[in-house]
């Protein structure tokens, strides 16, 4: 049982034999209001298998979408076996290859101190392969299953043409080359995505190093339009459509954090708060204040810091960046699992992730950043 609801339970307890503590015991619930609470419905064949029948992957996921597990893993580490990605060994090591791909995708996405445009778009590039999906879309026909990169159709029936999604190919194009590179060592375009996305924001000085698991399945065919939000939507619309994805209003406050290393393409050069290459808290200050003037602010991000149901959860955020990594490390796990049923049958690949890199400082960075090379 979580702290917040056996405290809660607890004092009602208390307040039916004490009727004088019912104002704290309110106070408590509006303090339980203030704080994130984690989406917690369960996935793919997490909803039905018991816990008996999960395997050691099948148990941390299912803690970890149930929000009592540790989505962050900061002391995991691996060392490849000597003989290079084509030895036995390796091979022989599901994770090993991971390592070789996760030492490429560092040195694209953190680079002067800072994390790279390139970075910036494997985040986002995670978020749209996965988020294309609800709970009533049939199995194999949505979420993270590397179709944003993979459908070849004409028109819209190749994700990449979609408008959302057309900026993102300058990385695209990175992940397809990467892909080409490794696909012989059994990886996916599914898992590659997600595992990009994780190494990009844990890339960011100040990132989280998220849990990663392994195992997708590649979708070759485009997913369904419609299942994202735009720049334009009100709060309503926005959490009505990610709780279909079972992710809560909390969730969503969590998840949009990452525009904290956004660099947006309606207005060439400016960022969504002061600091992009850093994963930091300024995001959510500087989206709700009339300074700095020169960043761009998502109409849908200044609905959802302002809705009451989303905004005391924005609020904590402004202040509280342990309680926003843990968050968003769950909740983005969560989204990169949305669509695969076999989620007990996934592998864990944490400990090939990257260190988390010490917090730069690079002078040149924003003029850089300005002209669009990083």
């Given at each position: 049982m979580k702290?917040?609801v056996?405290?809660t339970t ?10 004088g503590m ?18 917690t419905?369960l996935?793919?064949?997490l909803?039905?298998l018991p816990?008996n ?5 099948g148990?941390a996921?299912?803690a970890i979408l149930q929000?009592?597990?540790?989505p962050i893993d ?16 390796c ?11 996760a030492?490429d995708m ?8 800072q994390c790279t445009n390139?970075a910036?778009?494997a ?5 749209h392969?996965?988020a ?6 049939p199995v ?6 590397g179709?944003l990169?993979?459908s ?5 029936a ?6 959302e999604n057309?900026a993102?190919?300058?990385t695209?194009?990175i992940l397809?080359?990467?892909w080409?590179?490794?696909?012989n060592?059994g990886?996916?375009?599914a898992d590659?995505i997600?595992?990009g ?14 849990r990663?698991f ?8 485009a997913?369904?339009?419609g ?6 939507s ?14 809560a209003p909390?969730g ?5 954090g990452?525009?904290t ?5 309606s207005?060439?050069?400016?960022s969504q708060d002061?600091?992009p ?9 500087e ?6 003037t ?10 959802i810091?302002n809705d009451p149901?989303?905004s005391?959860?924005w ?6 960046k342990?309680a926003w990594?843990?968050a968003?490390?769950g ?7 949305m669509g695969f049923?076999?989620?007990?049958g996934m592998?864990e690949?944490t400990?090939v992730l990257?260190a988390v890199?010490t917090?730069g400082h690079d002078?040149n960075?924003?003029?850089?950043f300005?002209q669009?090379?990083?």
């Amino acid at each position: 049982m979580k702290a917040t609801v056996l405290i809660t339970t607890l004092f009602s307890s208390f307040a039916i034999a004490h009727p004088g503590m019912g104002g704290v015991l309110e106070d408590i619930k509006q303090l339980t209001r203030r704080q994130f609470q984690p989406s917690t419905e369960l996935l793919g064949d997490l909803k039905t298998l018991p816990n008996n029948a999960l395997s050691t992957t099948g148990a941390a996921v299912k803690a970890i979408l149930q929000g009592t597990g540790n989505p962050i893993d900061t002391a995991s580490t691996y060392t490849a076996p000597a003989g290079g990605r084509d030895a036995q060994a390796c091979r022989a090591d599901r994770c090993c290859i991971w390592k070789y791909i996760a030492n490429d995708m560092r040195a694209v996405f953190l680079q002067n101190g800072q994390c790279t445009n390139a970075a910036r778009q494997a985040i986002r590039i995670g978020f749209h392969d996965a988020a294309t999906w609800t709970k009533t879309t049939p199995v194999g026909q949505g979420g993270a299953d590397g179709s944003l990169l993979l459908s070849n159709g004409a028109g819209n029936a190749k994700e990449m043409n979609r408008g959302e999604n057309a900026a993102m190919a300058p990385t695209a194009a990175i992940l397809i080359s990467w892909w080409n590179t490794y696909k012989n060592y059994g990886v996916t375009m599914a898992d590659l995505i997600q595992f990009g996305a994780k190494v990009a924001a844990g890339s960011c000085p100040g990132g989280p190093r998220i849990r990663s698991f392994v195992g997708r399945v590649d979708n070759p065919n485009a997913n369904p339009q419609g299942l994202l939000p735009g720049p334009g939507s009100n709060a309503s619309f926005i959490i009505t459509m990610f709780g279909a994805k079972t992710i809560a209003p909390g969730g969503i406050v969590a998840l949009l954090g990452a525009h904290t290393a956004s660099r947006q393409t309606s207005v060439a050069g400016v960022s969504q708060d002061s600091t992009p290459g850093k994963w930091d808290l300024t995001y959510f200050s500087e989206t709700t204040s009339s300074t700095p003037t020169n960043i761009v602010r998502f109409p849908s991000d200044i609905n959802i810091a302002n809705d009451p149901t989303t905004s005391p959860v924005w609020n904590q955020f402004k202040t509280n960046k342990a309680a926003w990594d843990k968050a968003y490390a769950g909740e983005y796990i969560r989204m990169s699992l949305m669509g695969f049923n076999d989620i007990n049958g996934m592998v864990e690949c944490t400990k090939v992730l990257p260190a988390v890199p010490t917090r730069g400082h690079d002078v040149n960075f924003l003029v850089r950043f300005i002209q669009g090379q990083q």
